[in-house]
């Protein structure tokens, strides 16, 4: 299975839809869009099979429409609890949707940016969308702090080789966060000094393992020593969701500033 990322809602919410084909078969994950979507299946001879959805928001879903149109076969799948007609297939924890025979996806139950949010995973990649990004984390649209720390220690439960693809590119921005959070940790000081990001182009390769999350990404590492004396001076008490609502605080005041 090739997967590739086509950069989407360029210049407001820096998307990226994922592509995932194999002979003249194609599947798509959160289309917010539908043009690029369908030159890049016209370009390469590809029949859409199916859209993936994560959850409700426009920037994940604004495509189908159109995508329905052009390949009225393709099936939708999304979760029980998100709130979109255009879908066919429900899904919840546990479930697997099959690509080929060589290729399924299991559904985790991943909520806290929203309630609806789910990912889909195997070994071979993890979608996750707006609940876990490069060097960072989506905001709390709708769902719990509770949920959100929850939905992120079990992504961070995932094995390190896992190839990586969310729903935005934050990077840079994250990446600058990340550092005052955590100052004296050599491998983010390196991922920001090696920072390299050709978006809005194709993006051709996963956005890098789980592995080099699991060891810079702020959002999976809020109970490690460093960074839980630094929330619990901020106010947070030794539990995973409130120091991720310390960290997510902090993050959004960053934001408001920057
Ligand atoms: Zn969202």
Known sequence: ???????????????????????????????????????????????LQGILVTHHHFDHVDGIPA?????????????????????????????????????RLQVLDTPGHTPDHISYYNDQALFCADTLFTAGCGRLLGGTVEAFSH??????????????????EYTEDNLKFAIQVEPNNPELQQRLTNLNIHYPTLQTEALGLLKNEKRTNPFLRFDCEE???QL???????????????LRNW????DQQS
């Open 1 to 47: 299975m090739k997967i590739i990322g086509l950069p989407a809602l360029v210049g407001t919410y820096d998307n990226y839809i994922w592509v995932l084909y194999q002979d003249n078969k194609a599947w798509v994950v959160d289309p917010g869009e539908s043009q690029q979507v369908i030159a890049f299946l016209k370009l390469h001879n590809l029949v």
């Open 67 to 103: 995508l329905k149109k052009a390949y009225p076969d393709a099936t939708v799948f999304g979760a029980q609890k998100t709130n979109n007609a255009h879908i066919q297939v429900r899904l919840a924890e546990g479930d697997v949707v099959k690509l080929t025979d060589d290729f």
């Open 151 to 168: 939905s992120l220690i079990k992504l961070r439960n995932l094995p390190d080789h896992t190839p990586f693809y969310c729903a935005h």
């Open 227 to 229: 960074i839980k004396a």
């Open 232 to 246: 619990i001076q901020r106010g947070a008490n030794d539990t995973p969701a409130s120091l991720f609502q310390t």
């Open 251 to 254: 993050k959004d005041q960053y």
